[in-house]
């Protein structure tokens, strides 16, 4: 049986309480019990058998020594189908916001990301397979659990799934670092929106610029011309959330 691990105090937790399903909870022998009572009562909840066990032994299960004194096992990150994720978006009457990212390889970024994602109420965020990170121990971490509340779908053909989300309504949004775009703050993103997110260092490729239905900057004040993707995702989701009221 495959199993995932997943560390940190947010991230424990929203595991226990997320879809995936948990099997062994440990936690530090020497740890303070009052500190972690919530998580134990979660465990509880679900059946998770309780271990405890030395600081050095729960270094060695994370491969890290940030997990706070808590370890969860759980099955691996159940993935969707792009189909599957419209489908589900169609019944539920909502309007759409997806994300998709084009080539973010840094674990921390996309933890942040999805962090974001989950904030805004994301229909669901599509991920390559190919020149991207996945979901991780870290990725997982760096977003506080929100990946655990997520629909998130890794897609062989980027391009065939922007294809997908335009036969499905959506409008399709590129966030751009040059002068190419028009500024986010005078689009209007209050239909259903698919927005997506380039690398830091090269920005969206050019097959995927040529998809976008809009390219949009974000106006810049200051010396520096540009943000991280996290933070650059964060800004364009909540403009969403703004425009929507």
């Given at each position: 049986m495959t199993i995932e691990y997943i560390y940190g105090m947010n991230s424990v937790k929203e595991g226990l309480r997320g879809r995936r399903q948990p099997f062994e909870l440990f936690v530090d022998e020497k740890g303070a019990r009052a500190r972690i009572e919530e998580i134990v009562e979660l465990a509880r909840q679900r059946g998770v058998t309780l271990r405890q066990r030395r600081k050095q032994d729960l270094d060695r299960l994370a491969g890290s020594t940030h997990h706070q004194g808590?370890?969860?096992?759980?099955?691996?990150?159940?993935?969707?189908?792009?189909?599957?994720?419209?489908?589900?978006?169609?019944?539920?009457?909502?309007?759409?916001?997806?994300?998709?990212?084009?080539?973010?390889?840094?674990?921390?970024?996309?933890?942040?990301?999805?962090?974001?994602?989950?904030?805004?109420?994301?229909?669901?965020?599509?991920?390559?397979?190919?020149?991207?990170?996945?979901?991780?121990?870290?990725?997982?971490?760096?977003?506080?659990?929100?990946?655990?509340?997520?629909?998130?779908?890794?897609?062989?053909?980027?391009?065939?799934?922007?294809?997908?989300?335009?036969?499905?309504?959506?409008?399709?949004?590129?966030?751009?670092?040059?002068?190419?775009?028009?500024?986010?703050?005078?689009?209007?993103?209050?239909?259903?929106?698919?927005?997506?997110?380039?690398?830091e260092g090269d920005g969206l490729r050019q097959r995927t610029r040529d998809l976008c239905d809009f390219l949009l900057t974000i106006p810049m004040n200051g010396v520096v011309s540009s943000l991280n993707a996290a933070s650059a995702s964060a800004v364009a989701l909540f403009e969403v959330v703004r425009q929507r009221g």
């Open positions: 808590v370890i969860l096992t759980v099955e691996p990150f159940p993935y969707q189908e792009l189909e599957e994720l419209l489908e589900a978006w169609k019944t539920s009457g909502h309007t759409g916001l997806v994300l998709l990212l084009d080539g973010i390889t840094d674990p921390h970024n996309l933890g942040a990301i999805l962090r974001n994602a989950e904030a805004a109420g994301c229909t669901g965020v599509v991920l390559p397979k190919d020149r991207s990170c996945g979901i991780t121990s870290v990725v997982d971490r760096v977003s506080a659990g929100a990946a655990e509340h997520l629909s998130i779908c890794r897609v062989t053909n980027l391009a065939r799934s922007i294809e997908l989300l335009k036969q499905s309504g959506f409008w399709i949004y590129g966030l751009a670092s040059d002068e190419a775009g028009g500024s986010l703050f005078k689009a209007d993103m209050t239909g259903h929106v698919a927005l997506i997110v380039g690398s």
